[in-house]
């Protein structure tokens, strides 16, 4: 079995088709992985010796579109990585897609007549009478006197079409292919998959929707922390952590805020550097810096991780039983933000500019013993084996598809 796995995103798109690939080569499968062309994610999928193709520029070099003409241009140079994901599916026998790799990839399935599956990691891109949906533009708001959920996934999908359907036509035109009507339906398809956690992240089954829940797609990571952090670690009680990942964007004086308000607790500070160039502000020996590094490893050993957000570090800090502060920067960020207030393992920070006074406070509710004990608790919940039940399911999904070989 050939199985081209294709996404387009910040790492939160690229690991979990990583812990994918790796648990599907596992079961025999032959795999291989389109995804940016980061230096960052060659050397991930390097690291498990999976296969990678390539594909688009660099995902640290992209910004979200924040108007309707920029979406459309963003829909066409998408849908353009059409050729790169053709030539690496050839021959394959099936495509799975995350991230903002769609629209390049269920067309490059529907030429090759290939089975396709599309998955994503949080449950609020999904059409439910039990939730609204998110708004597809920065400042973008609904009717304020609609409140019938079902009315607004439907004003939803036909803003899905005014932004992206002409450009998406025009690429299809362009290989052969027929108009879509329906482009929130051409994403999504009607059996998505989601891949996250059922405690993180649960769906609740609607008739509107027939969702494959797998759990979280999770790469298992052995590496050792490095000599100097485990000094570090060592040298006093677990400091918090704070990082906001792939995120470029983040207020200008973010660092010294996250500093400041961690020593006003009295505690020590791991900062990350990440997409948004953190560092110390000044040379006391109670901050370390770190850059690539073992989340899995490190957040067993932390009094707290604040953080943006992503589907990834809120399901890793879960997992490993450390209190969370989120400070969502936008896309699926408030989701998890308001999943960690939910479930009692950490505070949500109302906004994504804190001030020293603010993320102190929600650093106060972090720290609180009772949301150890809660968040120690939450963790024996989290699975681990969801990219190994995604890897069966895609597998035996093919076989059944397959036409039986003659004697």
Not at 88 to 102: F, I, K, P, Q, S
Not at 209 to 229: N, Q, Y
Request: glycine content about 8%.
């Amino acid at each position: 079995m050939r199985v081209l796995l294709s996404t387009y995103g910040s790492r939160g798109d690229v690991e979990p088709l990583v812990g994918l690939a790796v648990r599907l080569r596992a079961l025999g499968a032959e795999v291989r992985v389109c995804a940016p062309p980061d230096e960052t994610f060659a050397r991930l999928l390097d690291r498990v010796g999976v296969e990678v193709v390539p594909v688009g520029l660099p995902m640290g070099t992209m910004a979200p579109p924040s108007t309707e003409s920029a979406a459309s241009r963003r829909v066409s140079e998408l849908a353009a990585q059409f050729d790169t994901v053709a030539a690496a599916a050839e021959g394959y026998d099936v495509l799975l897609a995350t991230g903002l790799a769609h629209f390049a990839s269920r067309s490059v399935a529907e030429k090759l007549g290939i089975p396709y599956v599309y998955a994503t990691f949080c449950p609020f891109l999904l059409r439910s009478p039990h939730q609204a949906p998110p708004a597809l533009l920065p400042g973008q708001s609904f009717p304020p006197d609609v409140t019938d959920n079902r009315v607004l996934w439907d004003l939803n999908a036909r803003t899905f079409n005014a932004l992206h359907g002409e450009a998406l036509n025009a690429h299809r035109a362009s290989v052969g292919l027929p108009a879509v009507d329906d482009v929130y339906d051409f994403i999504f398809t009607d059996r998505p998959w989601l891949a996250s956690d059922p405690t993180l992240g649960p769906w609740q089954e609607t008739p509107e929707l027939d969702v494959v829940h797998t759990g979280a797609w999770m790469l298992p990571d052995e590496r050792p922390l490095a000599d100097d952090l485990l000094a570090f670690l060592d040298a006093g009680a677990p400091p918090v952590f704070v990082g906001y990942g792939s995120m470029r964007g983040v207020s200008a004086d973010i660092a010294r805020v996250s500093i400041e308000s961690v020593r006003a607790q009295g505690r020590r500070v791991l900062v990350s550097r990440g997409w948004a160039e953190l560092a110390p502000i000044d040379d006391r020996d109670d901050c370390f810096l770190v850059g690539e590094v073992n989340q899995q490893a490190l957040f067993g050993r932390v009094a707290a991780v604040v953080h943006h957000g992503g589907a990834g570090t809120t399901t890793t800090a879960a997992r490993a039983g450390a209190p969370q502060v989120v400070v969502p920067q936008g896309a699926d960020q408030p989701y998890w933000s308001g999943r960690v207030a939910d479930l009692g393992i950490g505070a949500a920070h109302d906004g994504s500019a804190p001030t020293a006074e603010s993320l102190s406070a929600a650093l106060r509710a972090a720290l609180d013993p009772e949301t150890r004990v809660r968040a120690r608790a939450v963790a024996d919940t989290i699975r681990t084996d969801g990219a190994t039940a995604a890897a069966k399911l895609l597998l035996d999904a093919v076989s059944r598809e397959r036409p039986p070989v003659p004697a």
